[in-house]
């Protein structure tokens, strides 16, 4: 028989919130016959480019699953290319009528060249890393969150993960204009348990966000999530890839889905990183009804 494994935790929990969190959410809008309830229902399902906006805000109060397949090249080890599909759904909770919790948990599964000799290609899960983001609700200029970042030791191998529990907190600023959208993420983590043999870890990710949106949904983005490994040698703790995007609000089966394509080039990367990726965005989004 088979057991339950630290490595199963994140797809357990991910389910869990496509199960139960999901459909409860679905379920609690007002269901009516009356036709003006329904027209004045219709009357606040927000726009494209309202959709556009909100999906760029990392904080919105909207329901969102975005699946991300990643293409790296240029990695000397190997044949030079590594694969990677992330989950990271946005799963807003409403804490009173004034706050939000904004949780985004995200993991994924790749498989990439090994820079150890004779090691060959490794393929497996990633840890689980939790972003919580405490936001009010209050109509103002600036939209912010703050909350913990927790990760969580999941990965399949040694490699692919750190082997230590972390945690830490992480801070979220924007404001958004008809079309544009200006806004970082910040955040920083320590490691507090886990295999006593790992390295410790102390990593900072800084996240700034550019995007403009305009009509039927098109949305151009620039992205640079940098992120510095504080315990790693002085020329190698910089990893600062650059995603120029373009996305498009369709619908499907009269569900709005975000589609994305990006191209990465790495500005600044130790020695063994990739040198230019790809990416492919499909984002299922749940908007208030």
């Given at each position: 028989?088979?057991?339950?494994?630290?490595?199963?935790?994140?797809?357990?929990?991910?389910?869990?919130?496509?199960?139960?969190?999901?459909p409860?959410?679905?379920?609690?809008?007002?269901?009516?016959?009356?036709?003006?309830?329904?027209?004045?229902?219709?009357?606040?399902?927000?726009?494209?480019?309202?959709?556009?906006?909100?999906?760029?805000?990392?904080?919105?109060?909207?329901?969102?699953?975005?699946?991300?397949?990643?293409?790296?090249?240029?990695?000397?080890?190997?044949?030079g290319?590594?694969?990677?599909?992330?989950?990271?759904?946005?799963?807003?909770?409403?804490?009173?009528?004034?706050?939000?919790?904004v949780?985004?948990?995200?993991?994924?599964?790749?498989?990439?060249?090994?820079?150890?000799?004779?090691?060959?290609?490794t393929?497996?899960?990633s840890?689980?890393?939790?972003?919580?983001?405490f936001?009010?609700?209050?109509?103002?200029?600036?939209?912010?969150?703050?909350?913990?970042?927790?990760?969580?030791?999941?990965a399949?191998?040694?490699?692919?993960?750190?082997?230590?529990?972390?945690?830490?907190?992480?801070?979220?600023?924007?404001?958004?204009?008809?079309?544009?959208?200006?806004?970082?993420?910040?955040?920083?983590?320590?490691?507090?348990?886990?295999?006593?043999?790992?390295?410790?870890?102390?990593?900072?990710?800084?996240?700034?966000?550019?995007?403009?949106?305009?009509?039927?949904?098109?949305?151009?983005?620039?992205?640079l999530?940098?992120?510095?490994?504080?315990?790693?040698?002085?020329?190698?703790?910089?990893?600062?890839?650059v995603?120029?995007?373009?996305?498009?609000?369709?619908?499907?089966?009269?569900?709005p889905?975000?589609?994305?394509?990006?191209?990465?080039?790495?500005?600044?990367?130790?020695?063994?990183?990739?040198?230019?990726?790809?990416?492919?965005?499909?984002?299922?989004?749940?908007?208030?009804?």
């Open positions: 028989m088979r057991t339950f494994s630290r490595r199963d935790i994140p797809f357990a929990i991910i389910t869990a919130w496509f199960v139960f969190v999901l409860t959410k679905a379920q609690n809008g007002p269901q009516t016959s009356n036709p003006s309830a329904s027209q004045s229902q219709q009357a606040t399902v927000p726009t494209d480019l309202e959709l556009a906006k909100e999906q760029r805000n990392p904080i919105a109060d909207l329901i969102e699953v975005p699946i991300v397949s990643s293409f790296d090249f240029g990695i000397p080890a190997g044949n290319f590594q694969y990677t599909l992330t989950v990271q759904p946005t799963i807003p909770f409403k804490v009173s009528s004034d706050w939000i919790l949780t985004k948990p995200t993991f994924s599964v790749l498989t990439s060249p090994e820079s150890a000799s004779g090691q060959g290609r393929t497996g899960s840890d689980l890393v939790t972003e919580f983001y936001s009010p609700q209050k109509s103002t200029a600036v939209v912010w969150g703050l909350g913990p970042v927790i990760g969580i030791p999941t399949s191998t040694s490699l692919l993960g750190t082997g230590k529990w972390t945690l830490g907190p992480g801070l979220a600023i924007l404001k958004q204009t008809e079309h544009w959208t200006f806004g970082v993420k910040v955040s920083h983590v320590w490691s507090f348990a886990g295999d006593k043999n790992r390295a410790e870890v102390s990593d900072t990710l800084l996240e700034p966000i550019l995007a403009y949106s305009w009509g039927k949904g098109w949305t151009v983005g620039l992205d999530a940098s992120t510095h490994d504080s315990n790693a040698a002085s020329n190698s703790r910089w990893v600062a890839p995603e120029m995007s373009i996305s498009k609000i369709v619908d499907f089966g009269g569900r889905v975000s589609l994305s394509f990006g191209v990465i080039p790495y500005a600044v990367a130790p020695v063994g990183s990739p040198r230019v990726g790809l990416s492919f965005t499909v984002d299922p989004l749940f908007p208030k009804e």
